[in-house]
Each structure stands twice: as C-alpha cells, then as structure tokens.
C-alpha cells in the first residue's frame, strides 16, 4: 500500500501532469487559464517531419534489440552450458557494462569510434581493411554500436534466467531420440527459451526507444530522435507545450508497442499454458 | 471503493504538493547557486571570482554549475511560476539567451549602486544589457582550424565553403549561440541580415555534407577526434583546445569576427540580493578580468582599465581598429524567433 502511493505520487501525477501540459497553452512558463486546446497535439502529428523522425526513433529502438539478442543469446547460452567458476568470470562480464555509467561508457564509445585516431579506424586502417577512416560517430551505425554494448545485459539476462529453467533431460531425450546437436537447439533449447528472449526483446526495446544519452552524445547533432527533440524543446527553448506533447507521444507510442508485442507473445507462447 | 480512496488520496498529495512551500536547502545553509561554463572555462569563476568572494564573506559558499545549454532555465521557470526561490542565484548568459530572459521575466535589474566596477566599463556594452545584469566578459565566433590538416590558412568566412574540407567542417545546431551566430553571420555575409536569413540557409546547404554537433562542447570534441579540421568556433573554446596541446589555431576571418557578449546577472527569486550584486561587482573588477583575459582562456575584456596582453592577440582584438572589424548581431530582431530557427534548421538538417 505505501508502494502504491509512493507510485500515485512521484509516478502517475507527473505523468497526468505531462500530459496535460500538451493540452493547455503555457506562455513563459505560466499556465493560460482555461486554455484547453488540442492544438499541440494536432500541429505534432499532423507534421510530416516529427512522423519521420519517429520512425527513425522506432528503427533505433529496433535495431538495438535484434543487436542485443544476436549478440546476447549465445553469450546467455554458454552460461548455462560452463562451469562455476567460468560462470562467475562470465556474470562479471555480463555485468560489466552495468557498473559504470551510461555517460561515461558512451564517451569511451566516442573515442573508440570517433575520427581517423579513432581506436577503431585506426585498427581497420593498420590491417588495410578500409582505406579511407570510416564514418561511424554521428551515425545510425555508432548510435547501435554504442545502445547493443550498453543494452546487452537486459537482453542476457532475462535469456539466461529461461535456459536455466529448462529441464535438462529434455536434451538428452532429445539427443537419444537421434537429435544432433543443431536440431536440439534449434527445436527445443530456443522454443523453451522464448519466454526470456521476449521479455529481453521488450525491456531493451523500451530502454532503447526511449534513450537520451546515447542518441545525444553518439548521433550527434543532426540524428535527430524523439527524446533529444525533446530535451531541444524543454531545455534550449523552453518550449513546455511540444515538450508535454513529444514526451506524451513518445509514452504513448511505447505502451501500445508493448501491449502489441505482449499480445503477439501471449500467442507465441501458448504453449507454455 | 478502494479506487475512490486512491483518488481521494491522490487529490489530496497534490493539493499538498503544489500548496507547500518547499523551502529550499541551500538557503539556509547560505550557498548562492551560480551556474557556469564547462570544463577549464569555468576556471576564471572559480579562481579569481568564487574564491576571493568566499574568503571575504566566511560561511557564504557559491556552488558553481556547470550548464552549457541553459538547462537551468526551464527549471527556474518552474519555480517562479510555482512561487518558489529560484534553484539558481547567478548565471551568466550570452546576448541572445539574456534577451529572452528578459523577455521571461526571469533577471533581476542591475541595482548599479552596488556595483561600483561598472564605471569602467565600456558604455555600449552596458547598453547591450538593458539594464540587467553586467557585462561580464566578451567572446568572439570566428574559425578555427586543425593546422596540420588545413594547409592553407583560411583567412575569410567564404573560406569554409572550399571543396577541399567537404565533410570535414563541423558545425553547431542553432540551438546554441555559436549556431545562431554562425547563422546570422552567414546570412550577412551572403547579402542577407537579421531580418532576412534565407541567404544563410541557402549558403550552409551548399556545405553539405557536414558534421552537425549539438553543443560548442560536443563541436571541440570532433576538433580532437579529427572528425572534423576545420568550422566555426568560440575564441574561448579553441583557447582551451590549443592550450592542451591540439594543433587547433583560431582567425578572426573577413569580413570580421562575431562578437557576443556575456552578462552575468542576477536570477529573478534569489534571496542572495546583496551577495549576487557583490559578485557581479567581482566579475567587473580588474583582477579578475585581467586573469580571465589570460592564457589559456582569453575572455574579451569588458573593462577599460584592462589591456588585452599580446599573448591573447590571437584570441582577442587587441586595437581599436580591430575592435572595429568585429561584426555584432542585432540579437533583439532575431531573438523573438529563435524557435522558429531552430524548427527550420531540424527540419533542414536533423531529418
């Protein structure tokens, strides 16, 4: 019950309050009263640009997630598949990008892919694999580079908590029934592990879809997604209204892609009833 | 049921939320809040303005903020319009922020009795400020460039536009003053003015493909990665890249450089009234304008009794006839439509 008010208070109120601050006018940072208007609103989604610029937000969100679960999934695999002591060296690992902040990590990407000194363009050029030095900071590449390393735990984890629950005779039935060791995996170790994989999917979707930092200081100033648009509008402009509007739909756009993705879960899993 | 007692309670928190007045820490433990620059440029306000003040006045402490953006606007704001004492005592601002914080509503007036420094101080300077806070220091916009990558010094704005630096000009959003700066000036320079910026749209389109950072700070950035070698740049902010060692040179380029100036004024609803005015007068004085006009930060010198040393010639006019050169922005025609700017300039380039 505290939590629950704890909640009310600090979370759903502030949220109201966002909202409706897309419904009023604020002019120099005073509520108009009685201004009720759908106007923020309808000048956001009746511009072509900020349709485009979600889209952009939406692929980025996306392309961390298929990243992270390329990246993640064997990483979760051959957790479960090692000995103690390599699992505790592995966790460390897993955890590793945890530990620092998300500030922080993304500088080091800044040095890692930035400019010809750039550790990697500078690697690429030694073994003669690119002639000229890339072009990856600023880009959608070096804004994914940087979102997967950062992502991964939230995908790995959750994977790993679902092989760890698979019955393990269930492999060896398998593999006594003739099974090699691509059939098993493929027709019962990642069936058994969708549950993980889809709750992973979903939590580095929303982190991502949602990240400031990352898109801020690796995309630059001409990767233009919806949360830096909308710092750009509170921070430098103090523009409140498109503000309230960009955070409300960017919410709001978050919570029915969930509640999409959960629905379309709840069939792949029906199994599992 | 259950659910009326939850909206009940609800109600109730809020009510209580926006009634209370939140007394705010720092003012009992007598800190004045001032915001500042980022890295070494803050090191002037720390050294010959915070901590002189300090030891005048034992128990006062001046907690400087680093903020580049002007993040702290919007929550000033905030607290104003909720009747609350402003977050933030002291912050110095740029021309064009300093208008539209007028404009807010959210600066103190100058109470110039209190601040005896100001006669020194150059008169069109004092003017620029409309009566509130003090014109702290001045910078300039002009080009700076990597010298081992750029063989042929660039000498003019038009300079930017040659072919040999495609996709090696870095640029600032409009959203920050550089930006803006930058853009007016093109405007100038290309036949337009304040009024009239589509001259500069047109010019900075033919630069493409560019690099766009979004902040001065993120810009100096790609001049040390080498992603970028050459755009345009705060006089301070390629002082700072220069004194660590970067082959990064600044020029004030033809027609001339932009000169903005910095006010530090005193934020509406502090309760620091006389101890802000006493910084502002600080800011003024010769000492501290002398240090700040030093290696390795070059601040432009508002105060007459304060040469320019020769070492700062690069960063700083050093002559009348330079000062002249210098092109200012008529910041209160373009001010009013820095949203408007903005708008256009992500919708030209952050698509």
Known sequence: MPAVGYLVVFLAVPLLLLFAFGLVDIRDGRLVPGSWTLEHYARVLGDPFYYRIFVRTFWMGFGATVLCLIFGYPVAYLFTRVGTAARQVLLVLILAPLLTNAVVR???WMIILGGPKGLLNAVLLRLGLVEEPLKILYTMSGVLIGMTQIQLPFMILPIIAALEGQDRSLHEAAAGLG?????????????????????????????????FVIPALLGGGSFGVIPTFIF?????????NSGAVLASLLMGTAIVMLLLFNRASARLLRWTR | ???????????????????????????????????????????????????????????????????????????????????????????????????????????????????????NVHQAFIEKGQGYGVPATYS????????????????????????????????????????????????KNNGGDEGNLDPAWQA????????????????????????????????????????????????????????IVSFLSVIKGTQY???????????????????????????????????????????????????????TVNWPVVVPR??????????????
Not at chain 2, 148 to 160: A, H, M
């Open chain 2, 1 to 119: 049921m259950k659910q009326g007692v939850i909206v009940v309670l609800c109600l109730g928190l809020l009510a209580i939320a926006v009634g209370m007045p939140l007394t705010r820490v720092s003012g009992q433990s007598g800190e004045i809040v001032m915001i500042s620059y980022a890295g070494p440029s803050q090191e002037p306000h720390r050294f010959y303005l915070v901590e002189p003040f300090e030891r005048a006045r034992p128990g006062m402490k001046v907690r400087l903020v680093p903020d580049e953006a002007g993040e702290y606007v919007a929550r000033v704001q905030a607290a104003v319009a909720a009747g609350r004492p402003s977050p933030v005592d002291l912050a110095p601002n740029g021309e064009p922020p300093h208008l539209r914080l007028i404009g807010l509503g959210l600066l103190e007036r100058t109470n110039t009795d209190l601040v005896p420094n100001l006669k």
């Open chain 2, 204 to 259: 900075i389109k033919q630069l493409a493909p560019f690099v766009i950072a979004p902040n001065p700070t993120a810009l100096a950035q790609l001049f040390e990665r080498e992603e970028i070698v050459i755009g345009p740049l705060w006089s301070t902010e390629a002082a700072v890249l220069a004194s660590k060692g970067l082959p990064i040179k600044f020029v004030k380029p033809q027609p001339g450089a932009i000169a």
């Open chain 1, 106 to 108: 993304t500088f080091g």
């Open chain 1, 232 to 240: 750009e509008q509170i921070s430098a402009l103090v523009q409140w």
């Open chain 2, 338 to 351: 820095r949203a408007a700017i903005v708008d256009r300039w992500n919708r030209e380039f952050a698509r």
């Open chain 1, 179 to 211: 099974a090699t060791w691509a059939q098993t995996f493929f027709h019962v170790v990642v069936p058994l592990s969708l549950p993980g994989v889809l709750s992973g999917s979903a939590l580095v979707f929303v982190i991502s879809y949602t990240s």
């Open chain 2, 140 to 187: 300039l916009i002009g080009i700076a460039y990597n010298t081992k990558k750029v063989s042929k010094p660039p000498t003019s704005w038009k300079d930017l536009w040659d072919p040999a630096y495609r996709g090696k000009v870095g640029l600032t959003s409009a959203s920050s003053n550089l930006g803006l700066g930058f853009l007016v000036a093109t405007a």
């Open chain 2, 273 to 327: 009234m006389q101890q802000a005015h006493e910084l502002l007068n600080g800011v003024l004085s010769v000492e501290y304008q002398t240090k700040a006009a030093a290696k390795p930060y070059f601040f432009g010198p508002t105060n007459v009794k304060v040469p320019v040393p020769q070492e700062a010639a690069e960063y700083i006019p050093t002559s009348l006839a330079e000062v002249r050169r210098l092109q």
